[in-house]
């Protein structure tokens, strides 16, 4: 299985990889994750890990992940190390015209009950990643004009 997506963030770049780049940071945009919780404390770093708990279609998973790749306003990726679902997430960051381009690509191979909606699971998985952008461009630009309203 492989998803790929990407969003355009009118954001700096830098404010853009620190948010998303902090594992504990992705239940605030992830429709998907219901948790997160450090095994690594500190700031994230090549090596860190964590556990994310989710629900996806209909099921809760708890996978430990750990972060595969860490560079500053760039790259940043993690994979399961455990679960059910073994699968990689990579996120490159990219100057674009007022902000930034972040895409994200998803690999996986899915096991077990996943493997037998196949298709299915892979549609699901780019429609959530497309929600979730959304919503992850959103929240960083509303605190744009949050930040500069005079209410």
Same mark, same amino acid.
Do not use: H, K, W
């Given at each position: 299985m492989r998803a790929e997506e990407s969003v355009e963030i009118n954001r700096p770049l830098q404010e853009v990889f620190s948010y998303v780049a902090n594992p504990r940071n992705i239940p605030e945009w992830s429709n998907l994750a219901l948790e997160v919780r450090e095994e690594t404390e500190g700031q994230p770093h090549q090596g860190y890990r964590f556990i994310a708990a989710a629900k996806f279609l209909g099921r809760r998973l708890e996978m430990p992940f750990e972060v595969t790749a860490y560079e500053p306003n760039r790259l940043y990726s993690h994979r399961s190390t455990g679960g059910p679902f073994p699968v990689e997430w990579?996120?490159?960051?990219?100057?674009?015209?007022?902000?930034? @381009? %972040?895409? #994200?690509? !998803?690999?996986?191979?899915?096991?077990?009950?996943?493997?037998?909606?196949? @298709? %299915?699971? #892979?549609? !699901?998985?780019?429609r959530q990643m497309r929600t979730d952008l959304e919503t992850l461009k959103d929240l960083l630009e509303s605190e744009t004009s949050r930040g500069s309203s005079s209410s």
């Open positions: 990579t996120l490159t960051f990219e100057q674009a015209a007022g902000g930034i @381009r %972040l895409r #994200e690509d !998803a690999q996986g191979e899915p096991g077990s009950f996943f493997r037998l909606v196949g @298709r %299915l699971l #892979e549609r !699901a998985v780019r």
